[in-house]
């Protein structure tokens, strides 16, 4: 089978538009994008199945007939989709019960991260983009800071 041009632009903006929705803030986008990819996905499979007759033995000759795996993958990702759909919907309203939006928040290890980073990469790091970057080559990995957590919260003996 030759596959129609059509399906496979279809699937590209399906997966494209699922993939770039899914990496939003928003539960409502990223419920929509998981929608989005998972149609993109039973469209493959529907590509990789072959035409035919209905498979129904003695209907119609076995070269002649379809054949009927993809098309119960298909139903169980239809069901996969529901249950994942129904779950994220479930998370979106209780989120929108708990804070009065839908965005997910920065985790605070996260943010503890970037700021570690930000403080390693020095107060003059946005004005030296532009310069060379060969004379911090030769600097070693002892001059950044180290926090293992050893020091958190304690005071100095």
Known sequence: MIPNLVYIAVIGVLFGAGVSLILERTLTRVIIGVILLCNGVNLLIL????????????????????????QAMI????????????FLLAL??????????????????????????????GPHADENDDSDDSDESDESDDDMPQDHGADRGRSPR
């Open 75 to 86: 139903l169980t990702a239809i069901v996969i989709t529901l249950g994942i759909t129904a």
């Open 47 to 70: 590509m990789s199945g072959s035409p035919g007759t209905s498979p129904i033995v003695g209907a119609s000759p076995e070269e002649d007939m379809s054949d009927p795996l993809p």
């Open 92 to 121: 979106a309203y209780r989120s929108w019960q708990l804070l009065g939006h839908d965005e997910v928040q920065d985790d605070v290890e996260d943010r503890r991260i970037m700021e570690l980073a930000e403080r390693a990469e």
